[in-house]
């Protein structure tokens, strides 16, 4: 069932994305509209090339489109200088990546409290919550170990802690599970929807894993640079042992073309520059 959702929180208008690759111009998103809602469970899905991860950057302010524009609370981010788009970054915005990018030399606790610094907070008030954060993901015993003596789906959890640091309105994930096995991916899945869900934070996902289906509140379909199509949860029917775009655990059921065993969104055309 999906979750009565609030105001407006992410717009994108128009936007489209070319890199130069030699001499030859890669569009890797082409007109993209999409409206996101205050604290819905998002997840942007699509072929590899499809411009899913591009769409995430520049929803992040990772990147800048080469056209269009991107609204963050009606804040258009494309009018910010360096420092206005840092500081919407580092409070309204928690991100996730697939290596965690946590730094090896740091505990898993100065990790997370490395926002808040930036942020200006006192230190033993950054400690006190970064501990607290840890706690809730599970962690608060392994506070002053490093990166490389937790494993993997720890260091995720970390990675998650970090991103609420500085209570952000928006988590963004980038393939939050991919370098996870099946039940730690499952784990951290669930993770991210009981903190949508407790703190009515928005979380955008770029994703290959099916698994994000049965949490998500909405399914953006990207292909060859542009939305395919948008889908509620209701909506999809899932089939496990299905043929997906990248997986071979499940599949979106829909109307059956003559001829096509695959209902998902057609992944055989060309494909852009972002993954």
Known sequence: MTRKTG???????????????????????????????????ISIMGP????????????GGLDKPSDGKVFIDEVDISQLDAYELAWLRNRKIGYIFQTFNLIPVMTALENVTLPMTFAGMNSEVAADKGIELLKLVGLGERFQHKPLELSGGQQQRVAVARSLANDPA????????????????????????????????????ATHDYKMLNVSDRVVWIRDGRVDKVEHRAELDITVG??????QEARPVGDQTAGSQSTGPNTTGEEGAGA
């Open 242 to 247: 299905g043929i997906g775009m990248e997986s």
């Open 48 to 59: 590899s090339g499809s411009g899913k991860s591009t769409l995430f950057n520049m929803i």
């Open 170 to 205: 928006i988590i963004l994930a980038d393939e939050p599970t991919g370098n996870l096995d099946l039940k730690t991916g499952e784990e951290i899945i669930d993770l991210l929807k009981t903190l949508s869900h407790d703190r009515g934070v928005t979380v955008i996902s």
């Open 7 to 41: 105001h407006t929180i992410v717009r994108v208008l128009g936007v489209t994305k070319s890199f130069r690759m030699g001499k030859v111009e890669v569009r890797a998103l082409k007109g993209v509209d999409l409206e996101i809602f205050a604290g819905e469970y």
